[in-house]
């Protein structure tokens, strides 16, 4: 199974900050990775897919980028909706998987 | 409108099994594949399984290899999962999801979840 690694499990910053999330995977997945964001008691909603290509809807200051095991997750100004947890997600091949999460908290 | 709806909590003693259905409305149940996801209370995310609703074929993520079932029933629209041994660490709300295209990763319908409890 392919292992995803997520960093920071954590991350306190400000409104207006820039912040970066990473995900590595255990091996190369190409680029068929997706970033979801979950808000308390909500379903998750993917925000990146194909590691860098924007969801439709999704604000223009979240974007992605990476290849093969390594993906950040960027998000230039953050807004006061934005504070939530974040999860990477494989699906290069079964079984899928997801990263651990990082939650995003107001410094 | 497209919608999972998803059977109510259960509280169950370990060792147990539990079956969580997952009925789909609003398309072509058969079309989308289902996965499925947990989620212990304050814990991360964790992808269980997934099933082609067509043709019956599922996968699991080997922590649950031959304790996990997803089945079908096709003429109710309506997907299972069943875990069976039960221990309290499989306490958590598990969700079904849609994908919207075999191999995107896209889960862009999600049921409400329904909590499962292990406690004796």
């Known amino acids: 199974d392919i292992q995803m690694t997520q960093s920071p499990s954590s991350l306190s910053a400000s409104v207006g900050d820039r912040v970066t999330i990473t995900c590595r995977a255990s091996q190369g997945i190409r680029n068929d990775l997706g970033w979801y964001q979950q808000k308390p008691g909500e379903a998750p909603k993917r925000l990146i897919y194909?590691?860098?290509s924007l969801q439709s809807g999704v604000p223009s200051r979240f974007s992605g980028s990476g290849s093969g095991t390594e993906f950040t997750l960027t998000i230039s100004s953050l807004q006061p909706e934005d504070f939530a947890t974040y999860y990477c997600l494989q699906h290069n091949s079964y079984p899928y998987s997801f990263g651990q999460g990082t939650k995003l908290e107001i410094k | 409108q497209v919608q999972l709806v998803q059977s109510g909590a259960e509280v169950k003693k370990p060792g147990a099994s539990v079956k969580v259905s997952c009925k789909a409305s609003g398309y072509t149940f058969s079309s989308y594949d289902i996965n499925w996801v947990r989620q212990a209370s304050g814990q991360g995310l964790e992808w269980m399984g997934w099933m082609n609703p067509n043709t019956g074929n599922t996968g699991f993520a080997q922590k649950f290899q031959g304790r996990v079932t997803i089945t079908r029933n096709t003429s109710i629209s309506t997907a299972y999962m069943e875990l069976s041994n039960l221990r309290s660490e499989d306490t958590a709300v598990y969700y079904c999801a849609r994908e919207d295209l075999p191999w995107s990763g896209y889960f862009d319908v999600w049921g409400r979840g329904t909590s499962v409890t292990v406690s004796s």
């Open positions: 194909a590691a860098s």
